[in-house]
């Protein structure tokens, strides 16, 4: 579930009811149920956006953007939603499918220039057939003013302190997993992140894109 190992300090009572609500909407999206799945997706769509496009560096943007990895992952994790198993929460098995998405990317491109055959302007996901709804989220993130101020920011950050909101808040990862792969002690990482998740709650950008 989402709300467990947590990744910030939360309201007790408003985690319990968070919890069946996400389960509701993935059993009702398992069932076939595209609107619940677009509830869902929506809530973390902008995560995903601005994690994206902190890691797609400017050079690559004519094979991949921000917009098509928000396309894609909905394509890949609608087609591939019987197969998400109900105790892992949602937003780090999506976050796995976007990495997914950018190193195939990365891999074609490197293809394409071994290949010396493609053009710079190739593009790596051809989305035609993307759903309407895929389209319009991605499409919204692009134009949201928020977002672009809130990922303006990141990116003046210090390293330490941007690692720490992409693991934690973007990808929602438990803090124990993002202690270890920083190389810190978890209680070390638990009081950083207290006090960052803080400071970003009064700066600019929509703060519930944050796990």
């Not at 057939?129 to 809130?150: G, I, K, Q, W, Y």
């Not at 990116?155 to 909101?165: A, Q, T």
């Amino acid at each position: 579930n989402e709300a467990s190992d947590s990744t910030s300090p939360t309201d007790p009572q408003a985690a319990n009811e968070a919890e069946p609500e996400t389960l509701r909407l993935v059993r009702e999206a398992k069932s076939g149920d595209a609107g619940s799945f677009g509830t869902l997706y929506e809530k973390i769509a902008p995560a995903l956006y601005t994690w994206a496009d902190l890691r797609i560096r400017r050079e690559f943007r004519q094979h991949v953007s921000p917009e098509d990895v928000v396309q894609e992952v909905w394509c890949r994790a609608w087609k591939g939603l019987d197969d998400l198993d109900e105790s892992i929460p949602l937003r780090p098995w999506l976050f796995r499918i976007a990495k997914n998405v950018l190193l195939e990317s990365l891999r074609a491109h490197q293809r394409d220039d071994r290949g010396g055959g493609m053009g710079p302007s190739t593009r790596h996901m051809v989305l035609q057939n993307a759903p309407d709804f895929a389209t319009t989220v991605s499409r919204r993130m692009m134009r949201n003013e928020n977002l672009a101020a809130f990922d303006e920011a990141l990116r003046g950050m210090p390293n330490e302190e941007r690692d720490l909101i992409v693991l934690c808040g973007l990808e929602g990862l438990p803090l124990r997993d993002v202690a270890a792969r920083l190389g810190l002690g978890l209680e070390a990482v638990t009081k950083r992140w207290q006090r960052l998740r803080g400071r970003l709650s009064t700066g600019p950008g929509p703060s519930d894109i944050l796990k």
